[in-house]
């Protein structure tokens, strides 16, 4: 059996690699990048990913980058996984690709802008970035309540690693207090995610990251001053 790591950050886009790690139900490691210490940057760090990001999916010692190219991995790789839908034509394939790269490439910005956007306008520009990237998301999570109507997942009857995907997004834009309501389907649908035992794991596998975070940041300093994380 391969050997497994996968470098993730609590409530990073690596959940979406941890969801489908734990739906396929291969054993893996997780292994906590700690962005407030900088680990993603140091050399160590790049030596798996020169990009500094996470997710990192480590098997049998090789190492590969980005959620799109890990997915597909993971779907080729492990095909009782039911990771994404068969294709029988080159077409089909394509258009598979296709709903990844829209995540990856359009709505995972928009989670940046909205959820992140003192990182990239500054204290100044923060509230303008967000404005952005609170319109955009309209059209997109419209798109996205829209497709729901034809079953309960991305396609259709079948879960892929695509509900993943959008339920991190929606967690992302949720969490930092979009107004998701007048997306009803998308909220039934992260519902239905949560409900499914493996989302529960990968949820879990955050939740002990995040106590861990958590924990070394009250480690206590000499003098018994705490010390900064
Ligand atoms: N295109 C990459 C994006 C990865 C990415 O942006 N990861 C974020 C977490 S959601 C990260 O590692 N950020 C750390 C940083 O940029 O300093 C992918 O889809 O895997």
Redesign the pocket.
Known sequence: MAEITLFA?P????R??TIVLEEIGVPFTYEL?R?MKGF??SPAYKAV?P?????ALIVDGEAL??????LSYLAATYPDGRVLPAASTPMAAARIIADLCF???TL?PL??RYCMSV?IGGEEGAAAVKAVGAEAMKENAALIDQRLCEGDWWYGDAWSAMDAYLYWVFGRFNGAGYDLSPYPRWQTHAARMEARPAVQRALAHDEAAQATLSAERMQMGPGGAPKAA
């Open positions: 950050a409530g990073s886009c690596s979406v690699a990048v962005f993603h940057k990913n990009k500094g990001k996470v997710p980058t980005e959620n799109v190219a890990i995540c990856s490439a995972h989670v940046t990182k």
